[in-house]
């Protein structure tokens, strides 16, 4: 396969939020997030995490604009049923 026909990763999101201690409980919300080079968890909602003062979790109260982002943003079929991206795809910035 040539390299013009490999696709671009798509970044890998994971839920995190602020470790206890770190923020209040309400801030604590789980976020689906992508990590970026520059140590810090940037979510779907905006949001920028400090990787250091941020953990991975596999359960907690989700962050509502992530769910409503992710919601918009994942991948659907089209009327043909062929799938295709939601213009607003999640991309890293730069």
Known sequence: MSESAVPSPRPIRVPVRYRTGE???TSRVVHMAVWTSSAVYLAMCGAELDGH???VVVSGMPCMPCVRELALREDRPDRSGRAVVAPADFRLPG
Do not use: K, N, V
């Open 23 to 25: 923020a209040g409980e």
């Open 53 to 55: 003062r941020a953990e």
